[in-house]
Nanobody
Framework: QVHLVESGGGSVQAGGSLRLSCTASGFTDSSVCMGWFRQAPGKEREGVAAISTDGGTFYSDSALGRFTISQDVSGNTVYLQMDSLKPEDTATYYC????????????????WGKGTLVTISA
């Protein structure tokens, strides 16, 4: 059974930084594409960033230049470094993954964690 467990959420002031982590388990294949989504109150869930097993990444427009996705050597843990945070970044952030070596779209990520709350105050 696949499990994705997020950590690192919290509350910071605008302009600050947070680092989210997510560890995946239960995949039978070591090639796993991983990423992050977020959902703000009253809004739809949106993709934020994703990373393939070769280190290739893609970002949403709102994340590009401020957020950085990375993974550890095993490929089972993914990080989201969030800098220059804004109040509009307030949301529940979800880790997502799929047993693919490469991913090119947020729609390809079908497994989800339970989320971690990020709150940015003005």
């Amino acid at each position: 059974q696949v499990h994705l467990v997020e950590s690192g959420g919290g509350s910071v002031q605008a302009g600050g930084s947070l680092r989210l982590s997510c560890t995946a388990s239960g995949f039978t294949d070591s090639s796993v594409c991983m990423g992050w989504f977020r959902q703000a109150p009253g809004k739809e869930r949106e993709g934020v960033a994703a990373i393939s097993t070769d280190g290739g990444t893609f970002y949403s427009d709102s994340a590009l230049g401020r957020f950085t996705i990375s993974q550890d050597v095993s490929g089972n843990t993914v990080y989201l470094q969030m800098d220059s945070l804004k109040p509009e970044d307030t949301a529940t952030y979800y880790c997502a993954a799929d047993p693919l070596p490469f991913c090119f779209s947020f729609r390809e990520l079908d497994y989800w964690g339970k989320g971690t709350l990020v709150t940015i105050s003005a």
